[in-house]
């Protein structure tokens, strides 16, 4: 019984290229959020979404992010043109609904060199 | 616009006595209450939850209190092991997703 697996668990990019984190929620969860930890700040919501719908993406840039999870397959966030600013751990969560308990992965820490 | 606090950055206890971690929130419509623990290189991993009709959820030496009426929620861990060393965050459901405080870290002294 797998947890939410998120891969790659570290990836290093340089400005301007493009960053791509992978997450497969837990089985039975249709539920996927996304969150960024920057440095010495707590968790801050970014997208929302259940299969082939984004719920709710407010807290995500309108610019350079986006995020999809399809029929078949992991969830994807995908940030175009990375600046150092976008440097910071990544957490994908699942749920089998919301107001439910959120199991977390163990992150994606992105690094823009 | 920050809807989740927890006001105390760190926590310094003794092993064996009480660590007591808080929060406070703001959006009324929160209904739903959980509690994270992180280490360093990890994602959070769920502790305790507590629903907006109790005041009280207790697991094991984990026990979550809820005044609605204050938005206030605490985190009772008694004892405290050195295991217990970790980020706690406090996090709020009810608009479809989590809201999470900044955290607490927590150091329990031997």
């Known amino acids: 019984n797998a947890g939410v697996m998120q891969n790659p668990r570290h990836l290093v990019r340089r400005r301007g290229q493009e960053a791509r984190l992978r997450c497969s929620p837990m089985?039975?969860?249709?539920?996927v959020y996304w969150y960024r930890q920057l440095p010495e700040e707590g968790l801050k919501f970014m997208v929302y979404l259940q299969k082939e719908n984004i719920i709710d993406e407010s807290g995500m840039p309108k610019e350079r992010f986006s995020a999809e999870f399809p029929k078949e397959g992991p969830s994807i966030l995908r940030i175009q043109q990375v600046v150092r600013g976008d440097s910071a751990a990544y957490f994908c969560a699942s749920s089998p609904g919301h107001d439910a308990e959120a199991f977390f992965g163990q992150g994606t820490r992105l690094t823009v060199v | 616009d920050q809807q989740v606090k927890q006001n105390s950055p760190s926590l310094s206890v003794q092993e064996g006595r009480i660590s007591i971690l808080n929060c406070d929130y703001t959006?009324?419509?929160?209904?739903?209450f959980l509690w994270y623990k992180k280490y360093p290189a990890e994602g959070p991993t769920f502790l305790i939850s507590?629903?907006?009709?109790?005041d009280k959820n207790e697991d094991g030496r984990f026990t979550v209190f809820l005044n609605k009426s204050a938005k206030h929620l605490s985190l009772h861990i008694v004892p405290s092991q050195p295991g217990d060393s970790a980020v706690y965050f406090c996090?709020?459901?009810?608009?479809?997703?989590?809201?999470f405080g900044a955290g607490t870290t927590v150091t329990v002294r031997a």
């Open positions: 996090a709020a459901g009810g608009q479809s997703w989590l809201s």
């Open positions: 507590i629903s907006s009709i109790k």
């Open positions: 959006n009324s419509m929160f209904d739903y």
């Open positions: 089985k039975g969860h249709s539920h």
